[in-house]
């Protein structure tokens, strides 16, 4: 069982700038693709982001992409989304992922951080 704990959600304005990181109970992320999915009120879960091992090759949801920017610390066992220019669109429950497949699911999920975004 993987524990993953997400902080860093809360208010922010639109145009301006959130980081939210998300700490896995694992002694370390290598070799181990991470990710975040989103969940606005009424609407089903989506994914945003996410990151492999090794070279650390990204993807992002076309809807966030330029915008947000998802890292990783192998040793830290954390991984970040840094989300830029915001909008009142992205207001939504952010989750994090372990082992995210087909932008669709995961092994393991995190509780999830609340971002509103206001505009």
């Known amino acids: 069982q993987v524990q993953l704990v997400e902080s860093g959600g809360g208010l922010v304005q639109a145009g301006g700038s959130l980081r939210l990181s998300c700490k896995a109970s694992?002694?370390?992320?290598?070799?181990?693709?991470m990710g975040w999915f989103r969940q606005a009120p009424g609407k089903e879960r989506e994914f945003v982001a996410s990151?492999?091992?090794?070279?650390?090759?990204?993807d992002y949801a076309d809807s966030v992409k330029g915008r947000f920017t998802i890292s990783r610390d192998d040793a830290r066992s954390t991984v970040y989304l840094q989300m830029n220019n915001p909008k009142p669109e992205d207001t939504a429950v952010y989750y994090c992922?372990?082992?995210?497949?087909?932008?669709?699911?995961?092994?393991?999920w995190g509780q999830g951080t609340q971002v509103t975004v206001s505009s």
């Open positions: 992922a372990f082992r995210p497949r087909n932008r669709e699911s995961a092994d393991y």
């Open positions: 694992v002694r370390t992320l290598t070799m181990i693709t």
């Open positions: 990151i492999r091992w090794g070279g650390g090759s990204t």
